[in-house]
T-cell receptor, first 113, second 114 residues
Framework: TQLLEQSPQFLSIQEGENLTVYCNSS?????LQWYRQEPGEGPVLLVT?????EVKKLKRLTFQFGDARKDSSLHITAAQPGDTGLYLC?????????????FGTGTLLAVQP | KAGVTQTPRYLIKTRGQQVTLSCSPI?????VSWYQQTPGQGLQFLFE???????NKGNFPGRFSGRQFSNSRSEMNVSTLELGDSALYLC?????????????FGPGTRLTVT
């Protein structure tokens, strides 16, 4: 069974600090996606990484896909209160009669003003 | 372009009852997937519908079922509700397939079973 483990589970930081969230698996993924979910809303796709070693930037967010395509990281520079939310990584799995997107365990980020 | 909409947003039901949730995908999207989100289990895949056919199914009991209409709108039904079914139910739409294309989520339906 493919699993995506995220760390840390919870993170509370002050505005302006930097942070990194990790998404790890023992399995290879063809691609990984990162989502952010705010309270009372559904997840919103931030980025998809598809090539081992790939780095993508979205303003203050930097996403990296591991060379072996088993892990990914999300780095936020100078965090702002608007970055608060649940960050989820997700990857597609293909197995027999069921293809599905599995989600990581999530990292709950709180940025204090 | 309008986003994914889900109705109702909140629902309270009693054990043993059944419930139907609705999802309208983004115009042009043919795939609709359903997920259950709970604090303990996180986001778990229920099933995916594409062109009115169930294409993929997660590991949930047969009490959970769904369907998709010709206009791509989808409904999810849970029969004989249990306390453990209390969760946020999310649907997501995509152009082609849930595992190959970017998914766009609705705001979810918060189901509470008492």
């Amino acid at each position: 069974t493919q699993l995506l483990e995220q760390s840390p589970q919870f993170l509370s930081i002050q505005e302006g600090e930097n942070l990194t969230v990790y998404c790890n698996s023992s399995s290879v993924f063809s691609s990984l996606q990162w989502y952010r979910q705010e309270p009372g809303e559904g997840p919103v796709l931030l980025v998809t990484v598809v090539t081992g070693g790939e780095v993508k930037k979205l303003k203050r967010l930097t996403f990296q896909f591991g060379d072996a395509r088993k892990d990914s990281s999300l780095h936020i520079t100078a965090a702002q209160p608007g970055d608060t939310g649940l960050y989820l990584c997700a990857g597609p799995t293909y197995g027999g009669a069921t293809n599905k997107l599995i989600f990581g365990t999530g990292t709950l980020l709180a940025v204090q003003p | 372009k309008a986003g994914v909409t889900q109705t109702p947003r909140y629902l309270i039901k009693t054990r043993g009852q059944q419930v139907t949730l609705s999802c309208s995908p983004i115009s042009g999207h043919r795939s609709v997937s359903w997920y259950q989100q709970t604090p303990g289990q996180g986001l778990q895949f229920l099933f995916e519908y594409f062109s009115e056919t169930q294409r993929n199914k997660g590991n949930f009991p047969g009490r959970f079922s769904g369907r998709q209409f010709s206009n791509s709108r989808s409904e999810m039904n849970v029969s004989t509700l249990e306390l453990g079914d209390s969760a946020l139910y999310l649907c997501a739409s995509s152009l082609g397939g849930m595992s190959s294309y970017e998914q766009y989520f609705g705001p979810g339906t918060r189901l509470t079973v008492t």
